[in-house]
């Protein structure tokens, strides 16, 4: 099976780890760039996380790009409550062997498109920043991409960083409610905290699950999860801790697994009191649908793509590029020569 071009944004933090082996080295996927934000942690660790995560992946060469350092209009309010002051559980993990590109993230994720019009999927794991930055100096962009999947929101309103929000959407409620306005449910699908908690939870057994796998990904990728299963266990009182970034990655990479969708009209709040709260409208009269919102996934198939993909003790390699040889196909805004930002 030919492998999804990728694009990933990512705030990379533990569960944002566990989605990149999921792409990297799962046999689906064919990451093409790595653009991180600053979001679980700041932007200096995220990067140095992604980039441990591709290594530990068996995929060093596959580039990444620091793109912005704080939310659009508001400060860092990070998530080291939930995943270690370094974002990877506190565990000591070495520094990487490689280094992060010169190339800022928000170029990335406005040029590669136009080189490979509709052949790239975007899957974001991370406050919506550099989306949001790339869509005001191209508003046609999500056009431009085969698709683009989010792990953002809460379509049923129950919250993990306040009571109604999701953590991505209230890092960044601006860059949301941006997003939003320039969505079509044909091209945007959202995994939203829902569905994490609901059918990505990893319950005690599944946990000893991946210490007997005892392979170097399943044992990373045990270990870093730590200290968000503490917080599951004080915090959201599910029986483990959740992985929201590898379920949305989950989909992404296998559509098939998804169980319950819905076409529905999806705004943001910003105001002080419901900051990053998803609102839904499901009236008859509501303005046409702007997002696919993924609402139930297939639990085991998720969990069968987990265990396979960290039971592999030589990690797949990944074909950068390999799966682009196809005829770029010509997007009708791209009126002139691709323009390299
Ligand atoms: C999201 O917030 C972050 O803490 C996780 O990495 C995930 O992207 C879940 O709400
Ligand atoms: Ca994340």
């Known amino acids: ?56 992946a068996g995929c060093p060469q596959i580039p990444v790009h620091p793109g912005c350092g704080r939310p659009m209009m508001r400060s860092l309010s990070s998530a080291q409550h939930v995943h270690g002051e370094d974002g990877m559980g506190d565990i000591g993990l070495p520094e990487p062997s490689t280094l ?8 990335v994720l406005l040029s590669y498109p136009r080189r490979h019009p509709g052949l790239l999927t975007l899957v ?77 939870v990893m319950t005690a057994s599944d946990q000893q699950r991946l210490l007997d796998i005892g392979t170097p990904m399943a044992t990373f990728a045990h270990n870093i999860n730590r200290t968000v299963a503490d917080w599951a266990r004080d915090v959201t009182g599910l029986p483990g801790y959740d992985l929201p970034d590898p379920v949305a990655m989950a989909v992404a990479l296998d559509p098939g697994l998804v169980t319950r969708q819905e076409r529905a009209h999806v705004q943001i709040s910003v105001a002080d009191e419901t900051r990053g709260q998803m609102i839904v409208d499901r009236r008859v009269s509501a303005p046409a649908p702007n997002i696919t919102l993924v609402r139930r996934v297939d639990e085991a198939g998720f969990k069968r793509l987990l265990f396979d993909t960290v039971a592999s003790p030589v990690p797949h390699p990944t074909y950068a590029g390999a799966s682009l040889g196809e005829t770029p196909v010509p997007h009708p805004a791209d009126a002139g020569a691709p323009i390299d930002i």
């Open 124 to 200: 974001t794991l991370a406050p919506l920043t550099n989306v949001a930055a790339a869509l005001t100096l191209d508003p046609l962009l999500f056009s431009r991409y085969r698709h683009v999947y989010c792990m953002a929101g809460a379509a049923d309103l129950a919250g993990n960083i306040s009571a109604t929000a999701e953590f991505n959407v209230w890092a960044d409620p601006e860059a949301a409610r941006i997003v939003t306005r320039a969505a079509t449910p044909d091209k945007v699908t959202w995994i939203g905290w829902d569905v994490s908690r609901q059918d990505a």
């Open 1 to 56: 099976m030919p492998r999804l071009p990728l694009i990933i944004d990512t705030d990379t933090g533990s569960d944002d780890a566990v989605a990149l082996l999921l792409a990297a080295a799962g046999g689906l996927g064919d990451i093409h760039a790595v653009t991180t934000v600053a979001g679980n942690v700041p932007l200096r660790t995220a990067t140095r996380n992604a980039l441990i995560s591709l290594e530990v």
């Open 100 to 107: 992060p590109e010169d190339s800022h993230a928000v170029d």
